[in-house]
């Protein structure tokens, strides 16, 4: 049985990349359709609440406009999943394949295409055009003062437009060369992460999973062989 959402490891070192990991990535199992983490419009509010992209206070606000107008609650969750798969594109166009990226890995034709990627970020701008229109500037009294824009005035919108603001951010501000993609053809998930290593020599999602389960998959092949060539 897949986790709950609040259960899935945030691996990725930004919430824009811990979105986009709320898809099953990499090769399909069974000819199945990968598993989205985002089921439904309870499982969003409580997701964007986890990764600290709202607080409690707007969380309740965010519930209660959707359970007032469900249509504008499969319209955020609708948003959400296309900011989801429109970053996922533009960051796999923009790493090296032997970085994690689309070369080589069981995926969507559209994966690492800088055509898509292209249009992915024509959608990406339209919905942060859309979530700055609704935002506000704030007088911060905090030492030194400042004038912050807010994004989320609008209770029915609050969680689609933080995470389109989350998705510009982590576009404009995250050393894209650094992120890798769990290497789906070594038996990785394909989930996106930012390597904070010093090195830069993380390749895994997380070592104690997909890393663990290839070394113990390459172990198995190597002890096969042996059987095999043994006289």
């Known amino acids: 049985m897949p986790l709950d959402v609040c259960q899935l490891p945030l691996v990725g070192g930004h919430p824009a990349l811990d979105l986009v990991n709320t898809l099953e990535r990499g090769a399909p199992l069974d000819g199945k359709p990968p598993y989205d983490f985002l089921s439904d419009t309870s499982a969003l509010l409580r997701w964007t609440a986890r990764v600290g992209l709202i607080g409690d206070a707007e969380a309740d606000r965010a519930g209660q406009a959707w359970r007032d107008d469900p249509a504008a609650a499969h319209a955020g969750l609708a948003a959400v999943r296309d900011i989801r798969e429109g970053l996922h594109l533009v960051v796999l166009a923009a790493i ?25 970020l024509v959608g990406l701008h339209e919905r942060w055009s859309g979530a ?60 996106l992460f930012l390597d904070q290593s010093r090195n830069g020599s993380r390749r895994w999602c997380r070592m104690a999973d997909c890393g663990t389960t290839a070394k113990a998959r390459r172990l198995t092949e190597r002890r096969r062989a042996a059987r095999v060539g043994a006289p």
């Open 96 to 120: 090296q394949p032997a970085d994690g990226g689309a070369a080589g890995d069981p995926g969507g034709p559209a994966e690492g295409d800088p055509i898509a990627a292209g249009a992915a």
């Open 132 to 191: 700055a229109a609704r935002a506000t500037l704030v007088l911060d009294r905090g030492d030194p003062p400042q004038v912050r824009l807010t994004y989320g005035t609008v209770p029915a919108m609050l969680i689609p437009d933080r995470i389109a603001e989350a998705a510009l951010d982590v576009l404009r501000t995250a050393d894209l060369p650094r992120v890798r993609r769990c290497p789906v053809a070594e038996g990785g998930c394909g989930w």
